[in-house]
Protein backbone atom coordinates (compact mmCIF):
# COMPACT_ATOMS: atom_id res chain seq x y z
CA UNK A 1 0.00 0.00 0.00
CA UNK A 2 2.77 2.16 0.99
CA UNK A 3 4.63 0.99 -2.18
CA UNK A 4 1.43 2.31 -4.08
CA UNK A 5 1.74 5.86 -2.36
CA UNK A 6 4.61 6.42 -3.35
CA UNK A 7 4.47 5.58 -7.02
CA UNK A 8 1.73 7.51 -7.28
CA UNK A 9 3.57 10.61 -6.50
CA UNK A 10 6.31 10.02 -8.33
CA UNK A 11 4.19 9.79 -11.22
CA UNK A 12 2.27 13.53 -9.76
CA UNK A 13 5.69 15.03 -9.54
CA UNK A 14 7.31 13.52 -13.16
CA UNK A 15 3.64 14.40 -14.86
CA UNK A 16 4.19 17.72 -13.40
CA UNK A 17 6.89 18.84 -15.87
CA UNK A 18 5.44 18.57 -18.96
CA UNK A 19 2.61 20.07 -17.59
CA UNK A 20 4.10 23.26 -16.46
CA UNK A 21 5.87 22.84 -20.02
CA UNK A 22 3.04 22.98 -21.77
CA UNK A 23 1.22 25.50 -19.70
CA UNK A 24 3.81 27.88 -20.31
CA UNK A 25 3.63 27.49 -24.29
CA UNK A 26 0.16 27.26 -24.32
CA UNK A 27 -0.25 30.93 -22.05
CA UNK A 28 2.08 32.57 -24.07
CA UNK A 29 0.61 31.20 -27.34
CA UNK A 30 -2.96 32.48 -26.66
CA UNK A 31 -2.17 35.99 -25.17
CA UNK A 32 0.35 35.88 -28.43
CA UNK A 33 -2.30 35.81 -30.50
CA UNK A 34 -3.58 38.85 -31.05
CA UNK A 35 -0.33 40.82 -32.09
CA UNK A 36 0.04 37.51 -34.64
CA UNK A 37 -3.43 37.91 -35.88
CA UNK A 38 -3.45 41.61 -36.04
CA UNK A 39 -0.18 41.83 -37.73
CA UNK A 40 0.75 38.92 -39.50
CA UNK A 41 3.25 36.04 -38.03
CA UNK A 42 6.19 37.16 -40.80
CA UNK A 43 5.03 41.08 -40.55
CA UNK A 44 5.33 40.93 -37.12
CA UNK A 45 8.76 39.67 -37.09
CA UNK A 46 9.97 41.35 -40.03
CA UNK A 47 8.37 44.82 -38.91
CA UNK A 48 10.83 47.45 -36.94
CA UNK A 49 8.35 49.70 -35.98
CA UNK A 50 7.25 50.13 -32.29
CA UNK A 51 4.94 53.18 -31.93
CA UNK A 52 2.01 52.81 -29.41
CA UNK A 53 0.38 56.17 -29.86
CA UNK A 54 -3.98 55.36 -29.92
CA UNK A 55 -5.12 54.32 -32.90
CA UNK A 56 -2.32 53.97 -34.86
CA UNK A 57 -0.36 51.70 -32.56
CA UNK A 58 2.16 49.18 -34.79
CA UNK A 59 4.31 46.71 -33.38
CA UNK A 60 7.34 44.80 -35.15
CA UNK A 61 10.06 42.58 -33.17
CA UNK A 62 12.82 43.33 -35.97
CA UNK A 63 14.84 45.65 -33.73
CA UNK A 64 14.67 43.40 -30.52
CA UNK A 65 15.00 40.41 -32.56
CA UNK A 66 18.31 42.18 -34.21
CA UNK A 67 19.14 43.40 -30.23
CA UNK A 68 19.01 39.73 -28.91
CA UNK A 69 21.26 38.26 -31.67
CA UNK A 70 23.42 41.08 -31.95
CA UNK A 71 24.35 41.38 -28.63
CA UNK A 72 24.80 37.66 -28.42
CA UNK A 73 26.98 36.93 -31.31
CA UNK A 74 28.88 39.58 -30.25
CA UNK A 75 29.52 38.26 -26.81
CA UNK A 76 30.31 34.97 -28.16
CA UNK A 77 33.38 37.07 -29.73
CA UNK A 78 34.69 38.51 -26.82
CA UNK A 79 34.51 35.65 -25.09
CA UNK A 80 36.38 33.07 -26.68
CA UNK A 81 39.38 34.85 -26.47
CA UNK A 82 38.95 34.35 -22.61
CA UNK A 83 37.25 31.18 -22.42
CA UNK A 84 39.61 29.25 -25.00
CA UNK A 85 42.93 29.70 -23.15
CA UNK A 86 41.05 28.94 -19.31
CA UNK A 87 40.12 25.85 -21.13
CA UNK A 88 43.17 24.90 -21.81
CA UNK A 89 45.36 25.85 -18.61
CA UNK A 90 42.62 24.20 -16.32
CA UNK A 91 42.35 20.90 -18.76
CA UNK A 92 45.70 20.93 -20.30
CA UNK A 93 48.64 22.71 -19.11
CA UNK A 94 47.79 22.52 -15.86
CA UNK A 95 45.80 19.46 -15.76
CA UNK A 96 45.24 18.17 -11.86
CA UNK A 97 47.42 20.80 -10.65
CA UNK A 98 46.37 22.87 -7.39
CA UNK A 99 46.10 26.13 -9.87
CA UNK A 100 43.89 24.43 -12.11
CA UNK A 101 41.56 23.52 -8.99
CA UNK A 102 41.95 27.29 -8.19
CA UNK A 103 41.11 28.90 -11.07
CA UNK A 104 37.95 26.54 -11.99
CA UNK A 105 36.85 27.67 -8.46
CA UNK A 106 36.98 31.03 -9.29
CA UNK A 107 35.93 30.48 -12.66
CA UNK A 108 32.32 28.72 -11.18
CA UNK A 109 32.10 31.32 -8.68
CA UNK A 110 31.74 34.17 -11.47
CA UNK A 111 28.86 31.89 -12.85
CA UNK A 112 26.87 31.98 -9.69
CA UNK A 113 27.03 36.26 -8.99
CA UNK A 114 23.72 37.03 -9.75
CA UNK A 115 23.32 39.30 -13.18
CA UNK A 116 21.91 42.41 -11.29
CA UNK A 117 25.39 42.71 -9.54
CA UNK A 118 27.53 42.21 -13.54
CA UNK A 119 24.42 44.89 -14.60
CA UNK A 120 26.11 47.36 -11.31
CA UNK A 121 29.40 46.85 -12.41
CA UNK A 122 28.82 47.28 -16.16
CA UNK A 123 26.57 50.71 -15.00
CA UNK A 124 28.81 52.29 -12.97
CA UNK A 125 32.83 51.12 -13.93
CA UNK A 126 32.16 49.79 -17.71
CA UNK A 127 29.67 52.18 -18.95
CA UNK A 128 32.45 55.26 -17.92
CA UNK A 129 35.54 53.58 -19.35
CA UNK A 130 33.41 53.45 -22.95
CA UNK A 131 32.39 56.96 -22.39
CA UNK A 132 35.88 58.13 -21.41
CA UNK A 133 37.06 56.22 -24.37
CA UNK A 134 34.72 58.66 -26.76
CA UNK A 135 33.30 55.05 -28.07
CA UNK A 136 29.43 56.13 -27.57
CA UNK A 137 28.67 59.55 -25.97
CA UNK A 138 25.87 58.04 -23.02
CA UNK A 139 28.04 54.72 -22.71
CA UNK A 140 25.22 52.27 -22.84
CA UNK A 141 24.33 50.54 -25.82
CA UNK A 142 24.79 47.36 -27.31
CA UNK A 143 28.33 47.00 -26.87
CA UNK A 144 28.40 47.63 -23.48
CA UNK A 145 25.77 45.40 -22.95
CA UNK A 146 27.89 42.36 -24.99
CA UNK A 147 31.09 43.05 -23.16
CA UNK A 148 29.52 41.80 -20.12
CA UNK A 149 27.30 39.39 -21.24
CA UNK A 150 30.67 38.23 -22.43
CA UNK A 151 32.16 38.16 -19.00
CA UNK A 152 29.05 36.13 -17.85
CA UNK A 153 28.88 33.42 -19.97
CA UNK A 154 32.78 32.98 -19.98
CA UNK A 155 32.10 30.56 -17.15
CA UNK A 156 29.93 28.14 -19.13
CA UNK A 157 31.98 27.98 -21.84
CA UNK A 158 35.60 27.63 -20.31
CA UNK A 159 34.63 24.93 -17.40
CA UNK A 160 32.75 22.96 -20.15
CA UNK A 161 34.99 22.70 -22.98
CA UNK A 162 37.98 22.45 -20.41
CA UNK A 163 35.94 18.90 -19.22
CA UNK A 164 35.87 18.43 -23.52
CA UNK A 165 40.17 19.22 -23.49
CA UNK A 166 40.82 16.67 -20.60
CA UNK A 167 38.98 13.74 -22.39
CA UNK A 168 41.97 13.97 -25.23
CA UNK A 169 43.47 10.39 -24.29
CA UNK A 170 46.66 10.79 -22.76
CA UNK A 171 47.69 7.58 -25.89
CA UNK A 172 46.89 10.43 -28.60
CA UNK A 173 48.84 13.38 -26.98
CA UNK A 174 51.81 11.03 -26.53
CA UNK A 175 51.69 9.70 -29.99
CA UNK A 176 51.68 13.34 -31.00
CA UNK A 177 54.86 14.06 -29.03
CA UNK A 178 56.45 11.04 -30.19
CA UNK A 179 56.33 12.33 -33.67
CA UNK A 180 58.33 15.71 -32.25
CA UNK A 181 55.64 17.66 -32.11
CA UNK A 182 56.25 20.69 -29.64
CA UNK A 183 53.34 21.44 -27.05
CA UNK A 184 51.74 24.39 -29.15
CA UNK A 185 51.18 21.95 -32.10
CA UNK A 186 50.15 19.30 -30.38
CA UNK A 187 47.18 21.40 -28.56
CA UNK A 188 46.70 22.76 -32.56
CA UNK A 189 46.49 19.93 -34.38
CA UNK A 190 45.32 16.86 -31.78
CA UNK A 191 43.44 18.29 -29.23
CA UNK A 192 41.68 21.35 -30.90
CA UNK A 193 40.59 18.62 -33.63
CA UNK A 194 39.87 15.66 -31.22
CA UNK A 195 37.54 18.41 -28.63
CA UNK A 196 36.61 20.32 -31.16
CA UNK A 197 32.92 18.90 -31.60
CA UNK A 198 32.48 19.36 -27.40
CA UNK A 199 34.20 22.64 -27.58
CA UNK A 200 31.59 23.87 -30.18
CA UNK A 201 28.82 22.43 -27.81
CA UNK A 202 29.99 24.24 -25.04
CA UNK A 203 29.82 27.51 -27.16
CA UNK A 204 26.09 26.60 -28.44
CA UNK A 205 25.12 26.24 -24.50
CA UNK A 206 27.10 29.22 -23.35
CA UNK A 207 24.53 31.15 -26.32
CA UNK A 208 21.76 29.59 -24.84
CA UNK A 209 22.69 30.99 -21.78
CA UNK A 210 23.60 35.10 -23.66
CA UNK A 211 19.94 34.84 -25.21
CA UNK A 212 17.76 34.75 -22.71
CA UNK A 213 19.92 37.09 -20.30
CA UNK A 214 17.58 40.27 -18.93
CA UNK A 215 18.74 42.33 -16.07
CA UNK A 216 22.43 43.01 -17.13
CA UNK A 217 21.15 43.59 -20.77
CA UNK A 218 18.62 46.02 -19.68
CA UNK A 219 20.33 47.96 -17.33
CA UNK A 220 23.32 48.37 -20.36
CA UNK A 221 21.68 47.99 -23.78
CA UNK A 222 20.00 52.18 -23.66
CA UNK A 223 16.48 50.76 -24.06
CA UNK A 224 15.71 52.32 -27.57
CA UNK A 225 13.09 51.15 -29.52
CA UNK A 226 14.36 51.73 -32.84
CA UNK A 227 16.46 49.32 -35.56
CA UNK A 228 20.31 49.94 -34.08
CA UNK A 229 22.06 51.57 -36.69
CA UNK A 230 25.72 50.28 -35.56
CA UNK A 231 26.85 48.43 -32.30
CA UNK A 232 27.65 51.79 -29.98
CA UNK A 233 24.27 52.59 -30.27
CA UNK A 234 21.78 51.82 -28.11
CA UNK A 235 18.71 49.29 -28.56
CA UNK A 236 16.70 46.88 -26.65
CA UNK A 237 17.07 43.00 -26.72
CA UNK A 238 13.74 41.28 -26.44
CA UNK A 239 14.20 40.22 -23.37
CA UNK A 240 15.18 44.07 -22.27
CA UNK A 241 12.16 45.09 -24.06
CA UNK A 242 9.48 42.50 -22.02
CA UNK A 243 11.14 43.71 -19.16
CA UNK A 244 10.95 47.46 -19.84
CA UNK A 245 7.71 48.16 -20.63
CA UNK A 246 5.20 44.50 -19.19
CA UNK A 247 4.23 46.74 -16.44
CA UNK A 248 2.11 49.50 -18.13
CA UNK A 249 1.28 47.73 -21.37
CA UNK A 250 -2.13 46.36 -22.11
CA UNK A 251 -3.89 45.13 -24.89
CA UNK A 252 -2.14 44.88 -28.55
CA UNK A 253 0.85 46.08 -26.79
CA UNK A 254 0.85 43.40 -24.42
CA UNK A 255 -0.13 40.75 -26.57
CA UNK A 256 3.28 41.85 -28.89
CA UNK A 257 5.15 41.68 -25.81
CA UNK A 258 4.20 38.01 -25.34
CA UNK A 259 4.13 37.33 -28.79
CA UNK A 260 8.53 38.42 -28.32
CA UNK A 261 8.59 36.06 -25.42
CA UNK A 262 7.09 33.19 -27.11
CA UNK A 263 9.91 33.90 -29.78
CA UNK A 264 12.71 34.10 -27.35
CA UNK A 265 11.59 31.07 -25.66
CA UNK A 266 11.57 29.16 -29.30
CA UNK A 267 14.68 30.70 -30.15
CA UNK A 268 16.26 29.74 -26.42
CA UNK A 269 15.08 26.13 -26.91
CA UNK A 270 16.12 25.01 -30.24
CA UNK A 271 19.77 26.60 -29.43
CA UNK A 272 19.48 24.88 -26.04
CA UNK A 273 18.58 21.42 -27.55
CA UNK A 274 21.36 21.32 -30.08
CA UNK A 275 23.82 22.31 -27.73
CA UNK A 276 22.55 19.07 -25.48
CA UNK A 277 22.21 17.29 -28.95
CA UNK A 278 26.05 17.76 -29.87
CA UNK A 279 27.45 17.48 -26.18
CA UNK A 280 25.91 13.69 -26.11
CA UNK A 281 27.46 13.04 -29.99
CA UNK A 282 30.97 14.72 -28.91
CA UNK A 283 30.90 12.57 -25.28
CA UNK A 284 30.28 9.89 -26.60
CA UNK A 285 32.81 9.73 -30.12
CA UNK B 1 80.64 -8.09 -25.31
CA UNK B 2 81.48 -4.73 -26.03
CA UNK B 3 79.89 -3.40 -29.84
CA UNK B 4 82.05 -1.20 -31.94
CA UNK B 5 79.80 1.18 -33.18
CA UNK B 6 76.52 0.75 -31.33
CA UNK B 7 73.78 3.08 -32.20
CA UNK B 8 72.35 3.69 -28.41
CA UNK B 9 74.33 3.16 -25.57
CA UNK B 10 72.67 3.46 -21.74
CA UNK B 11 75.27 4.38 -19.61
CA UNK B 12 74.15 3.81 -15.64
CA UNK B 13 70.56 4.92 -16.48
CA UNK B 14 67.88 5.48 -13.50
CA UNK B 15 64.36 6.36 -13.81
CA UNK B 16 62.53 7.64 -10.48
CA UNK B 17 58.78 8.76 -10.22
CA UNK B 18 59.12 9.70 -6.85
CA UNK B 19 62.59 10.33 -4.57
CA UNK B 20 62.16 7.35 -2.98
CA UNK B 21 61.33 4.86 -5.50
CA UNK B 22 63.47 4.13 -8.44
CA UNK B 23 61.72 2.31 -11.45
CA UNK B 24 65.39 1.90 -13.67
CA UNK B 25 68.25 1.02 -11.52
CA UNK B 26 71.36 1.52 -12.98
CA UNK B 27 70.91 0.30 -16.75
CA UNK B 28 74.02 0.27 -18.83
CA UNK B 29 74.12 -1.75 -22.12
CA UNK B 30 74.66 -0.96 -25.77
CA UNK B 31 72.17 -1.98 -28.32
CA UNK B 32 73.61 -3.18 -32.02
CA UNK B 33 72.82 -1.25 -35.70
CA UNK B 34 69.94 -2.60 -37.28
CA UNK B 35 69.03 -4.95 -35.03
CA UNK B 36 66.14 -6.42 -32.95
CA UNK B 37 66.70 -5.74 -29.36
CA UNK B 38 63.73 -7.25 -26.95
CA UNK B 39 63.25 -6.28 -23.16
CA UNK B 40 61.63 -8.30 -21.37
CA UNK B 41 60.38 -9.07 -17.78
CA UNK B 42 57.16 -9.19 -15.63
CA UNK B 43 55.06 -6.71 -14.86
CA UNK B 44 56.31 -3.26 -13.24
CA UNK B 45 60.06 -4.60 -14.47
CA UNK B 46 61.08 -0.98 -15.27
CA UNK B 47 60.80 -2.00 -19.44
CA UNK B 48 58.48 0.03 -20.70
CA UNK B 49 59.83 3.05 -18.40
CA UNK B 50 63.11 2.66 -19.64
CA UNK B 51 61.97 2.41 -23.69
CA UNK B 52 60.26 5.78 -22.96
CA UNK B 53 63.51 7.19 -21.51
CA UNK B 54 65.00 6.93 -25.23
CA UNK B 55 62.39 9.14 -26.59
CA UNK B 56 62.54 11.63 -23.66
CA UNK B 57 58.73 11.21 -23.10
CA UNK B 58 59.51 11.09 -19.41
CA UNK B 59 60.14 14.51 -20.22
CA UNK B 60 56.12 15.27 -19.71
CA UNK B 61 55.99 14.57 -16.62
CA UNK B 62 57.81 17.22 -14.23
CA UNK B 63 57.99 14.72 -11.22
CA UNK B 64 59.54 11.68 -13.36
CA UNK B 65 63.83 12.01 -13.28
CA UNK B 66 65.96 10.30 -15.56
CA UNK B 67 69.89 9.91 -14.32
CA UNK B 68 73.16 8.53 -16.47
CA UNK B 69 73.54 8.80 -20.19
CA UNK B 70 71.82 7.82 -22.86
CA UNK B 71 73.97 8.04 -26.32
CA UNK B 72 72.52 8.19 -29.51
CA UNK B 73 75.25 8.05 -32.12
CA UNK B 74 77.87 8.78 -29.47
CA UNK B 75 75.58 12.04 -28.62
CA UNK B 76 73.56 12.23 -24.92
CA UNK B 77 70.36 12.60 -25.81
CA UNK B 78 69.54 13.14 -22.13
CA UNK B 79 71.00 16.78 -22.94
CA UNK B 80 69.14 17.35 -26.17
CA UNK B 81 66.01 19.30 -26.96
CA UNK B 82 63.12 16.34 -26.76
CA UNK B 83 61.74 17.80 -30.16
CA UNK B 84 65.06 16.90 -32.12
CA UNK B 85 65.27 13.64 -30.29
CA UNK B 86 61.85 12.79 -31.07
CA UNK B 87 62.16 13.18 -34.84
CA UNK B 88 65.16 10.61 -34.43
CA UNK B 89 63.41 8.06 -32.45
CA UNK B 90 60.19 6.82 -33.53
CA UNK B 91 57.74 5.04 -31.00
CA UNK B 92 55.04 2.74 -31.79
CA UNK B 93 52.45 2.20 -28.30
CA UNK B 94 50.42 -0.62 -26.51
CA UNK B 95 47.03 0.59 -28.16
CA UNK B 96 47.30 2.00 -31.64
CA UNK B 97 46.64 5.89 -32.28
CA UNK B 98 45.65 6.94 -34.68
CA UNK B 99 44.82 10.30 -34.91
CA UNK B 100 40.89 10.12 -34.91
CA UNK B 101 40.63 13.27 -37.00
CA UNK B 102 42.98 12.87 -39.46
CA UNK B 103 42.42 10.86 -42.52
CA UNK B 104 45.20 7.75 -43.68
CA UNK B 105 46.86 10.02 -45.59
CA UNK B 106 47.00 12.56 -42.91
CA UNK B 107 48.08 10.48 -40.31
CA UNK B 108 51.09 9.22 -42.32
CA UNK B 109 51.94 12.67 -42.84
CA UNK B 110 51.80 13.82 -38.92
CA UNK B 111 54.93 13.68 -38.36
CA UNK B 112 55.30 16.57 -41.12
CA UNK B 113 52.49 18.15 -40.37
CA UNK B 114 53.05 18.53 -36.51
CA UNK B 115 56.34 19.49 -36.86
CA UNK B 116 55.43 22.45 -39.34
CA UNK B 117 57.76 20.94 -42.17
CA UNK B 118 56.05 21.55 -45.69
CA UNK B 119 56.44 19.02 -48.80
CA UNK B 120 55.52 19.03 -52.09
CA UNK B 121 52.50 17.15 -53.44
CA UNK B 122 55.00 14.79 -54.90
CA UNK B 123 57.16 14.56 -52.09
CA UNK B 124 53.83 14.03 -49.92
CA UNK B 125 52.08 10.78 -52.36
CA UNK B 126 55.62 9.79 -52.36
CA UNK B 127 56.26 9.55 -48.81
CA UNK B 128 52.52 7.77 -48.15
CA UNK B 129 53.03 5.17 -50.77
CA UNK B 130 56.59 4.19 -49.30
CA UNK B 131 55.70 4.21 -45.83
CA UNK B 132 52.36 2.60 -46.47
CA UNK B 133 53.99 -0.20 -49.11
CA UNK B 134 56.92 -0.14 -46.25
CA UNK B 135 54.11 -1.72 -43.69
CA UNK B 136 52.72 -3.70 -46.04
CA UNK B 137 49.46 -1.43 -45.89
CA UNK B 138 49.34 0.14 -49.30
CA UNK B 139 47.32 -2.83 -51.32
CA UNK B 140 45.09 -2.57 -48.64
CA UNK B 141 44.11 0.89 -47.89
CA UNK B 142 44.77 3.04 -51.50
CA UNK B 143 41.52 3.38 -53.00
CA UNK B 144 40.54 4.08 -49.09
CA UNK B 145 43.48 6.98 -48.42
CA UNK B 146 40.52 9.47 -47.77
CA UNK B 147 38.84 7.65 -44.91
CA UNK B 148 39.46 7.93 -41.11
CA UNK B 149 42.89 6.01 -39.80
CA UNK B 150 40.17 4.65 -37.15
CA UNK B 151 38.21 3.09 -39.85
CA UNK B 152 40.99 0.06 -39.90
CA UNK B 153 41.30 -2.76 -37.83
CA UNK B 154 43.82 -3.12 -34.89
CA UNK B 155 46.46 -4.78 -36.81
CA UNK B 156 46.05 -2.12 -39.81
CA UNK B 157 45.68 0.91 -37.24
CA UNK B 158 49.21 -0.56 -35.69
CA UNK B 159 50.71 -0.37 -39.02
CA UNK B 160 49.46 2.90 -39.65
CA UNK B 161 51.21 4.41 -37.18
CA UNK B 162 54.78 2.18 -37.71
CA UNK B 163 54.36 3.93 -41.09
CA UNK B 164 53.53 7.24 -39.43
CA UNK B 165 56.61 6.56 -37.07
CA UNK B 166 58.46 5.67 -40.34
CA UNK B 167 57.86 8.55 -42.47
CA UNK B 168 60.36 10.95 -40.09
CA UNK B 169 62.87 8.11 -41.09
CA UNK B 170 64.11 7.63 -37.42
CA UNK B 171 67.19 5.87 -36.46
CA UNK B 172 65.70 3.88 -33.85
CA UNK B 173 61.73 2.38 -33.78
CA UNK B 174 61.04 2.15 -29.62
CA UNK B 175 57.99 -0.30 -29.54
CA UNK B 176 56.02 -0.32 -26.54
CA UNK B 177 54.01 -4.07 -26.52
CA UNK B 178 52.97 -3.09 -30.32
CA UNK B 179 50.99 -6.29 -30.07
CA UNK B 180 49.65 -6.70 -26.54
CA UNK B 181 46.20 -5.23 -28.35
CA UNK B 182 46.31 -7.58 -31.22
CA UNK B 183 44.58 -10.55 -32.30
CA UNK B 184 47.22 -13.27 -33.18
CA UNK B 185 46.95 -13.19 -37.10
CA UNK B 186 47.55 -9.71 -37.15
CA UNK B 187 50.46 -9.96 -34.20
CA UNK B 188 52.13 -12.52 -36.54
CA UNK B 189 51.78 -9.57 -39.52
CA UNK B 190 53.47 -7.11 -37.57
CA UNK B 191 56.36 -10.09 -36.48
CA UNK B 192 57.10 -9.67 -40.47
CA UNK B 193 57.35 -6.99 -40.72
CA UNK B 194 59.87 -6.23 -37.94
CA UNK B 195 62.04 -8.53 -39.42
CA UNK B 196 61.62 -6.87 -42.77
CA UNK B 197 62.43 -3.47 -41.15
CA UNK B 198 65.66 -4.28 -39.16
CA UNK B 199 67.29 -3.72 -42.62
CA UNK B 200 66.67 0.30 -42.56
CA UNK B 201 66.01 0.89 -38.64
CA UNK B 202 66.90 -0.63 -35.45
CA UNK B 203 64.18 -1.73 -33.07
CA UNK B 204 63.76 -1.34 -29.21
CA UNK B 205 61.13 -3.73 -28.49
CA UNK B 206 59.14 -4.16 -25.35
CA UNK B 207 57.17 -6.97 -24.67
CA UNK B 208 56.13 -9.85 -22.33
CA UNK B 209 55.20 -12.41 -24.61
CA UNK B 210 58.71 -14.63 -24.63
CA UNK B 211 57.39 -16.25 -27.94
CA UNK B 212 57.62 -13.20 -29.65
CA UNK B 213 60.83 -11.99 -28.33
CA UNK B 214 62.32 -15.70 -29.56
CA UNK B 215 60.68 -15.04 -33.00
CA UNK B 216 62.17 -11.72 -34.05
CA UNK B 217 64.96 -10.35 -31.75
CA UNK B 218 68.86 -11.07 -32.29
CA UNK B 219 69.53 -9.84 -28.42
CA UNK B 220 67.28 -9.93 -25.20
CA UNK B 221 67.06 -7.76 -22.01
CA UNK B 222 65.94 -9.66 -19.14
CA UNK B 223 64.54 -6.92 -16.42
CA UNK B 224 63.69 -7.41 -12.79
CA UNK B 225 62.53 -4.79 -10.07
CA UNK B 226 64.16 -2.06 -12.05
CA UNK B 227 67.21 -3.99 -12.86
CA UNK B 228 68.95 -5.37 -16.14
CA UNK B 229 69.50 -9.21 -14.62
CA UNK B 230 70.79 -10.33 -17.91
CA UNK B 231 71.22 -9.16 -21.40
CA UNK B 232 72.76 -11.24 -24.30
CA UNK B 233 71.96 -13.17 -27.79
CA UNK B 234 68.46 -14.95 -27.73
CA UNK B 235 69.51 -17.50 -28.74
CA UNK B 236 71.92 -18.10 -25.99
CA UNK B 237 69.35 -16.67 -23.23
CA UNK B 238 66.43 -19.07 -23.71
CA UNK B 239 68.61 -22.09 -23.99
CA UNK B 240 70.93 -21.25 -21.24
CA UNK B 241 70.05 -18.46 -18.90
CA UNK B 242 72.95 -17.53 -16.94
CA UNK B 243 70.90 -15.80 -13.91
CA UNK B 244 68.79 -18.35 -11.84
CA UNK B 245 66.10 -14.88 -11.66
CA UNK B 246 65.56 -15.42 -16.01
CA UNK B 247 65.35 -19.36 -15.78
CA UNK B 248 62.67 -18.35 -13.45
CA UNK B 249 60.82 -16.25 -15.84
CA UNK B 250 61.77 -17.96 -18.97
CA UNK B 251 60.11 -21.22 -17.53
CA UNK B 252 57.14 -19.53 -16.22
CA UNK B 253 58.09 -20.36 -12.53
CA UNK B 254 58.02 -16.36 -12.14
CA UNK B 255 55.21 -14.18 -14.46
Known amino acids: MNDKIFRIILYLAACLMPVVCGGIVYALVTDA ?33 TGTLLTTLLALVFCIPFSLPVALFVGEYFKGTRIAEVLSTI ?10 IYGLWGFYTLRPIIMSLNISPQGSGILTASLVLAIMIVPYAASLSAEFVKMVPDDLKE ?20 AGSGIFSSYILAIGRALGETMTVTMLIGNTNQMPGSITETGNSMASIIANQFGEADGLRLSSLIAIGLVLFLITAIINLIGKYLIKRARIA | MELINPILEFKKVCVSYTKQTM ?8 IERNSITAIMGPS ?26 ILLNGADILTMEPIDVRRKVGMVFQRPTPFPTMSIYDNVLAGFTLNGIRLSK ?35 QQRL ?17 PTSALDPIATKHIEELLL ?60
Open chain 1, 175 to 194: GAYSLGATRAEMVRKVIFPV
Open chain 2, 161 to 177: CIARALALKPDILLMDE
Open chain 2, 122 to 156: NEREETVESCLRSVSLWDEVKDVLNKKGTFLSGGQ
Open chain 1, 33 to 65: FEAFNHFGFLNFLTSSEWSYTDGAERYGALPFI
Open chain 2, 196 to 255: QLKNDVTILIVTHNMGQAMRISSRSMFMYLGELIEYDDTQKMFSDPSDERTKAYLTGKMG
Open chain 1, 107 to 116: TSLLAGIPSI
Open chain 2, 23 to 30: AVKYVSAQ
Open chain 2, 44 to 69: GCGKSTLLRAVNLMHNLYPNIHVDGE
